[in-house]
């Protein structure tokens, strides 16, 4: 168990950055929050602080998408495959193979099972890589699955033995675990250490980016920290900063070659803030270029959602004939995908449109 008072004088300058305050690697559970921060928390889409966050309802393949665009890749476990030739090694391999399988298919509690039984065979063969490597995944299952206490002190644990290796604070395997304590930090509430996090990743990765305007990997873990930092701003009514960090993340969309649902995340934060600013013909804007990447997109998620939500915009603008047409038209798409939630919220717009209407 890894004590605080053994790590270098690199790796304390980098947790105080990130918040790390407990001196002990604790791996109990600890559910600390209901909403799991790394995918449901992503976007603001409903215009009311009840339906704000869209994820309740997210698809099972689009947390697979978050989860292997975003988890697995912290550190590349390909430079301890190059020893498959030995039988220990590759004993090891087939079980985290079989563990990475098991969480592409949502398996997490079985994927920590033979997580442990793959830690036990490189700790008998004393494979550092590879131990490293397995408490990384095993932090990231930690994250994925909201256990936020865990998934702090895993990390701890693989940035001491990164370091005892020779990374630096500003490693990218570095940057990309303290990006994710960042946002542990904020599920956890402790926002002051969450901020101080996220400004220690935009930091370094604006170094790399100068270094390497190509430089993919911290490109998208830029706009990734923008748009991260700009949420937990919004959560704390900063409406004006959170839109200016939000709008970089935006800008930089093209240059990351961001999926379309990355972008239509991002555009709904700032459609939220617009709306919250009573600017909504701004809403408008960012809620139909969102619209448009939608029809252009088969079966991307909330679309009922967005169209509802320009509805509700509408009603503020007195446009009522326009309130009900996009009101109808989310009603439509939630009813072919049984989203009663938003029926719901439909229903009540189209009953104000009603009544507003009849006057």
Known sequence: MYRSTLISHTLKNVLSHVGFIRTTANTSRNFACKDNIF?????????????????????????????????????????????????????????????????????????????????????????????????????????????????????????????????????????????????????????????????????????????????????????????????????????????NYILRALNMVKKTDASHEDTIDILNNLGYICYIQEKYDEAIKYYSAAVEIGEKVPDIPHMDIIHVNIGNIFLKKGLYKEAKNSCQQGRKIADNIKNNDVMQEADECLKEVKRLLSL
């Not at 665009?69 to 079980?95: N, Q, W």
């Not at 193979?97 to 036990?120: C, G, P, T, V, W």
Request: charged residues 25%.
């Open 39 to 243: 995918v449901k928390q992503l976007v603001q889409l409903r215009l009311t602080e009840k339906y704000r966050r869209y994820g309740n309802n997210r698809s099972q393949e689009t947390k697979r998408s978050y989860l292997l665009a975003m988890f697995l890749p912290t550190l590349v476990h390909k430079y301890f495959f190059d020893d498959e030739e030995d039988d220990e090694i590759s004993k090891i391999v087939v079980v985290l193979k079989r563990s990475i399988l098991l969480i592409q298919q949502e398996k997490f509690d079985k994927a920590e099972q033979m997580l442990h039984i793959a830690l036990h065979q490189a700790q008998t063969v004393q494979h550092y890589d590879a131990i490293t490597y397995i408490y990384d995944v095993l932090a990231n299952v930690a994250f994925y699955t909201q256990e936020y206490h865990k998934a702090q002190n895993l990390f701890v644990i693989v940035m001491q033995r990164l370091m005892s290796k020779g990374a630096l604070e500003n490693d990218m395997r570095i940057i990309h675990i303290s990006l994710k304590v960042a946002k542990v930090m904020e599920a956890l509430g402790q926002l002051d250490e969450a901020e101080l996090g996220y400004k220690f990743c935009m930091e370094h990765l604006q170094s790399h980016i100068e270094t390497d305007p190509e430089n993919m990997d911290a490109l998208h873990a830029q706009m990734l920290t923008y748009e991260w930092y700009g949420q937990m701003l919004i959560s704390k009514s900063q409406y004006t900063e959170a839109y």
